[in-house]
């Protein structure tokens, strides 16, 4: 969000005006404190994915799909949050039951699609939770509060949340082609390329 943000108000290198920059680099230590993306991804899908042979995460998906009524509940301008949460979440499902399939007989499969797989969960992730801030801001009085939540749920949904699904192709590939050449092969490849 900070790297959106950024592209939002712009900054010229360690000139800048609106302080988005010093926000970017702060959140930059995260990475190093939490580890990396891929081994948060190899957890996700060696450790936590299985646990009550994959029940937890389905019922997980479930609970998210809530939201859906109260989305409805909202009314018209709520619609495209729903029809978009709706999408993605069968998605995430889906890439979720190929995991629960392929992890046992094929470890490196599921391994070889756990980075975007834990993307697209960060993707519905955030809308679930923009969803709910949106609708519980509209049961309050505060119309500024409830204009602000969910205009800033239906960007997201319209603007980030579609990347979820241009990630499934990746996160089911398998892993045939990441072991399809040897570093013998790979290395002849690069010595023709370098003459």
């Not at 309050?140 to 949340?161: G, P, S």
Request: with cysteine; net charge negative.
């Amino acid at each position: 969000m900070t790297s959106l943000a950024l592209q939002i108000h712009g900054g010229m290198g360690f000139i800048e005006e609106t302080g988005a920059a010093q926000h970017v680099r702060d959140v930059r230590i995260a990475a190093i404190y939490e580890g990396t993306n891929g081994i948060q991804a190899a957890d996700l899908v060696g450790r936590k994915l299985g646990i009550r042979g994959g029940a937890s995460i389905l019922e997980f998906i479930s609970t998210m799909r809530e939201v859906d009524a109260e989305l409805e509940a909202g009314g018209s301008e709520f619609m495209s949050i729903r029809e978009e949460l709706r999408r993605q979440f069968d998605i995430l499902e889906e890439a979720t039951q190929w995991m629960l399939r392929t992890g046992l007989k094929d470890p490196n499969g599921v391994l070889a699609g756990s980075t975007p797989y834990l993307r697209m969960w960060g993707l519905c992730t955030s809308v679930w939770m923009l969803a709910r801030a949106a609708t519980a801001a509209a049961r309050t009085e505060d119309a500024d509060l409830a204009q602000e939540q969910l205009v800033l749920a239906r960007f997201y949904a319209a603007q980030i949340l579609p990347q979820a699904s241009s990630l499934l192709g990746a996160a089911t590939a398998g892993s045939v082609d990441l072991f399809a050449l040897g570093a013998q092969g790979l290395s002849a490849h690069a010595r023709k390329a370098r003459r």
